[in-house]
């Protein structure tokens, strides 16, 4: 079955970096985009950012971009999110999710970041 399982939040200080990962089983990773998408307190999901396949085309949420970059590692089955310059605004639970077309048909469990002094 699909298992998609993140990593690398934690607390971290206004303007720090952080590496999440998420590691993919159960379906042919390296055949689909990925997605992140993340969850603030009392808010609905915001997408992030999303990667093709091959890894040669990424975009992203006006908030983030400059700051985040997104990645993948096909041979690990791997996603990654680069976040640096981190704000409080992007405190918040973080998914990693597949793309079928328009829509993100898996997602994991999440992994909590809090942007905080």
């Known amino acids: 079955q699909v298992q998609l399982v993140e990593s690398g939040g934690g607390l971290v200080q206004p303007g720090g970096s952080l590496r999440l990962s998420c590691a993919a089983s159960?379906?042919?990773?390296?055949?689909?985009?990925m997605s992140w998408v993340r969850q603030a307190p009392g808010k609905g999901p915001e997408w992030v950012s999303q990667?093709?396949?091959?890894?040669?085309?990424?975009r992203y949420a006006d908030s983030v971009k400059g700051r985040f970059t997104i990645s993948r590692d096909n041979a690990k089955n791997t996603l990654y999110l680069q976040m640096n310059s981190l704000k409080p605004e992007d405190t918040a639970l973080y998914y990693c999710?597949?793309?079928?077309?328009?829509?993100?048909?898996?997602w994991g469990q999440g992994t909590q970041v809090t942007v905080s002094s």
């Open positions: 999710a597949r793309v079928n077309y328009a829509t993100a048909d898996y």
């Open positions: 159960g379906f042919t990773f390296s055949s689909w985009s």
């Open positions: 990667i093709n396949p091959g890894g040669s085309s990424t």
